[in-house]
């Protein structure tokens, strides 16, 4: 696995159990709070997505680049 990937899969395993652990403390009444804070995880979960989109359509339209055509 590239080192891309490695570092979002990472990134997006730690904006997971942050929207766990605001899910967890939502339950106890703080909802203000929580509305704002899931709309960065969710955010920065989105961006993430993109990226990974991104990273993938570069690496496959790189490699169908250099299939030879003749």
């Given at each position: 696995?590239?080192?891309?990937?490695?570092?979002?899969?990472?990134?997006?395993t730690l904006?997971?159990?942050r929207l766990a652990t605001i899910r967890h403390h939502s339950l106890e009444g703080d909802?203000?709070?929580?509305?704002?804070?899931?709309?960065?995880v969710v955010a920065?979960?989105?961006a993430l997505a993109l990226?990974?989109?991104a990273?993938?359509?570069?690496k496959v339209t790189a490699k169908a680049n250099s299939i030879p055509t003749n």
């Amino acid at each position: 696995m590239s080192p891309e990937l490695e570092y979002l899969l990472a990134r997006t395993t730690l904006l997971r159990n942050r929207l766990a652990t605001i899910r967890h403390h939502s339950l106890e009444g703080d909802r203000g709070a929580m509305t704002t804070e899931t709309v960065i995880v969710v955010a920065g979960l989105a961006a993430l997505a993109l990226a990974v989109v991104a990273i993938i359509v570069t690496k496959v339209t790189a490699k169908a680049n250099s299939i030879p055509t003749n």
